[in-house]
């Protein structure tokens, strides 16, 4: 975590841009200066698919203390171990409770969701299988 005391901080839609430099290689990101602001405490951006890319199934899970998904345009379908299949669609929202093994089984090319993390710098674990393989 962070022992840096949190400051306020705005991010206009002009003031960052995309990036090819988050998790997957099929999505680009943009900052919206939480991970800054609270020195690490927290993350949130702005995930877009990249059009004409595919999801790599593959189970893994997030060594987090919080995620939560918000789809504000386009559809994704992920499938959760304990929960199975799930589509997300505009309006949708998830939380991903801590540790949970998924995997993105396909997104839509006009994909563009919300995510926030605690911690900003969190580790992503490949698991072998899953009870649902």
Do not use: N
Not at 23 to 35: A, M, Q, S, T, V
Not at 79 to 96: D, I, K, M, W
Request: a negative charge; hydrophobic letters at 40%.
């Amino acid at each position: 975590m962070t022992t840096t005391e949190p400051r306020f901080s705005v991010v206009h839609a002009g003031d960052t841009a995309f990036e090819s430099d988050g998790l997957r290689p099929f999505f680009l990101y943009k900052d919206l200066g939480i991970r800054a602001s609270t020195g690490g405490a927290a993350v949130a951006h702005l995930i877009r698919a990249r059009p004409g890319t595919h999801a790599h199934p593959a189970w893994h899970h997030h060594d987090v203390g919080f995620q939560m998904v918000y789809v504000l345009r386009g559809w994704v379908r992920f499938e959760y171990e304990g929960v199975g299949e799930v589509r997300l669609e505009a309006g949708s929202c998830v939380h991903q409770p801590p540790g949970i093994r998924h995997r993105e089984l396909e997104h839509s090319d006009d994909l563009e969701l919300l995510e926030v993390v605690l911690p900003a710098d969190f580790r992503t674990v490949a698991d072998q299988g899953c009870a649902q393989d």
